[in-house]
């Protein structure tokens, strides 16, 4: 995110030559430098002891397919701890391990995610207001549902699939 303000103080900020960084926008009231940095978001695929895949519908998302779990980092939190939060809030489902894959910039929203996949055995859904509708879906089935468009739910699954050298 570029800021022209300071988000604390609000001065106009500044440009300043911060180590190898090169220029840096600066508040010289606060002494503080604010990078262009993307925001931290977690992509994951949830796939359970039936090697079932967990996709959820989210109608602010897209109204049309469903996707994978997804959410932003807080602050103070590991990756690790943003998945295993993200998928009970949003699921009910309690990540046994995980496994890293690769991690997708996503344009429009300035976001980078970090894409894993979480191992669960299978517990009943529970009832988030983010999500409006869950399921678990064969492997093979997958591709009619997921968001490809605007969303990295699909490239994530392919990609998770090629880590598990399972075919989809
Ligand atoms: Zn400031």
Same mark, same amino acid.
């Given at each position: 995110?570029?800021?022209?303000?300071?988000? =604390?103080?609000?001065?106009?900020? =500044?440009?300043?030559?911060?180590?190898?960084?090169?220029?840096?926008?600066y508040c010289?009231?606060c002494?503080?430098?604010?990078?262009? +940095?993307?925001?931290?978001?977690?992509?994951?695929?949830?796939?359970? +002891?039936?090697?079932?895949?967990?996709?959820?519908?989210?109608?602010?998302?897209?109204?049309?397919?469903?996707?994978?779990?997804?959410?932003?980092?807080?602050?103070?939190?590991?990756?690790?701890?943003?998945?295993?939060?993200?998928?009970?809030? +949003?699921?009910?489902?309690?990540?046994?391990?995980?496994?890293?894959?690769?991690?997708?910039?996503?344009?429009?929203?300035?976001? =980078?995610?970090a894409?894993? =996949?979480a191992?669960?055995?299978?517990?009943?859904?529970?009832?988030?207001?983010?999500?409006?509708?869950?399921?678990?879906?064969?492997?093979? +089935?997958?591709?009619k549902?997921?968001?490809?468009?605007?969303?990295m739910?699909?490239?994530?699954?392919?990609?998770s699939?090629?880590v598990?050298?399972?075919?989809?």
């Amino acid at each position: 995110m570029k800021f022209i303000y300071c988000p =604390i103080c609000s001065d106009k900020l =500044i440009e300043k030559e911060i180590g190898d960084e090169g220029l840096v926008r600066y508040c010289a009231s606060c002494q503080r430098p604010y990078f262009d +940095e993307p925001s931290s978001c977690v992509e994951v695929l949830v796939i359970n +002891e039936r090697n079932q895949i967990l996709l959820l519908k989210q109608n602010y998302i897209t109204e049309t397919h469903w996707g994978v779990v997804s959410g932003h980092v807080t602050n103070g939190e590991t990756l690790e701890e943003t998945v295993v939060r993200e998928v009970l809030e +949003e699921t009910g489902q309690e990540v046994e391990r995980m496994q890293y894959v690769e991690s997708y910039y996503f344009m429009p929203n300035e976001l =980078i995610m970090a894409g894993f =996949i979480a191992f669960v055995h299978a517990k009943p859904f529970n009832n988030s207001n983010e999500v409006d509708d869950l399921m678990w879906c064969e492997i093979g +089935e997958v591709n009619k549902y997921i968001a490809r468009v605007n969303n990295m739910s699909g490239i994530h699954f392919d990609n998770s699939m090629r880590v598990l050298k399972m075919n989809n």
